[in-house]
């Protein structure tokens, strides 16, 4: 069954786990354990079983020569490539400026088709107001203008886990951070997409229905419009598969593992905290099937699927 595969909500693997995922390539499937319910399964990376990589990443830079072997190999994929206004403080381990650069060699190698910018997540505090990402938002615009046409944005999303590192953040800060009203969003949004529009850039709201309007649109931040426009301009199958409220991507299956990524976004929904998160970076092991596993683990649960004693994905599980 050939799937789309997300890569990835959960960890930036593009700025981390490249050695990973070429790993992964050459062995032909990746182990999988869901965030919720922790079920365990295989998906298969094999040219023929893959439509498409959607990549997610802050910085593509260590991934840029991947991409070239993988064209060699067959491999369709486009990008989600993130980067937003906000002040160093809330992205301790970003390199902005880097990140921008690569950004506009991709678009040079591939096409400004094949990125949707992520200016993603909004957060408004006493050091990033309205003002603030106005000017933020019309400077990266206009830097990116010609090599990007679509930006996705949202405003954060307040999760148990994003609630509590917030007020952590707060205190060893000294900074305040706003829950903002609708109609606040909305006029910022508006006021955001003008500034789009004289870029050249259309503006899409990620699961935020209440801010689509003509200038506005519905975000499908895996878009099976997208990848059929890039890759199958004779047609191809697919369906919207939601992953939370008002959320538009089409189906996929991801495999990345939560609490893996160190780039130490203070208002990111995949980390319980930075801590965490760095010390699985410094441990992973390439070949360990399962991301953020140890490969130990990652044998006994691939022999547990092989044998059928573990609850699994069928379908990709035929492989073994």
């Known amino acids: 069954m050939k799937r789309i595969i997300s890569v990835s909500r959960r960890t930036d693997i593009p700025a981390f786990y490249g050695d990973w995922f070429m790993q992964r390539l050459a062995e032909g499937f990746a182990g999988v354990v869901h965030p919720f319910g922790k079920k365990r399964y295989i ?9 498409c990589f959607v990549f997610w990443s802050k910085n593509f830079t260590p991934f840029l020569e991947n991409l ?8 369709k994929f486009y990008f989600n490539y993130t980067v937003t206004g906000l002040p160093s403080v809330f992205e301790s381990n970003v390199e902005k400026q880097a990140a921008i650069e690569s950004l506009k060699q991709l678009s040079k190698i591939y096409s400004s088709k094949h990125i949707n910018w992520r200016f993603d ?5 006493s050091i990033s107001d309205r003002d603030f990402h106005i000017r933020a938002f019309e400077e990266l615009a206009s830097e990116l203008a010609g090599h990007v046409e679509r930006c996705y944005f949202s405003f954060v999303d307040r999760y148990g886990k994003v609630i509590r590192n917030f007020a952590e953040f707060e205190k060893s800060q000294g900074l305040k951070i706003s829950d903002c009203s609708n109609d606040f969003k909305i006029e910022l949004a508006n006021e955001l997409a003008a500034i789009a529009d004289r870029y050249g850039i259309r503006m899409f709201s990620c699961c935020g ?9 519905k975000a499908h931040c895996i878009d099976g419009r997208i990848i059929e426009e890039l890759f ?15 959320c538009g991507c089409t189906e996929s299956i991801d495999i990345g593992t939560y609490d893996t990524c160190p780039h130490g976004c203070v208002y990111c929904y995949a980390n319980t905290n930075k801590g965490r998160a760095c010390k699985a970076f410094r441990n992973h092991d390439k070949t360990s099937a399962f991301l953020g596993y140890t490969k130990t683990q990652s044998d006994k649960w691939l022999k547990e699927i092989k044998n ?13």
């Open 209 to 217: 229905d209440y801010l689509v309007n003509d200038k506005i649109k």
């Open 308 to 320: 059928g004693k573990t609850r699994q994905d069928s379908e990709q599980s035929r492989m073994f």
């Open 121 to 125: 997540p909004i957060v408004i505090s």
């Open 43 to 51: 998906v298969s990376l094999k040219p023929e079983d893959v439509v």
């Open 232 to 246: 199958f301009p004779e047609g191809f199958s697919y369906k919207t598969k939601p992953t939370r409220d008002e």
């Open 68 to 75: 070239k072997k993988m064209e060699t190999m067959g491999y």
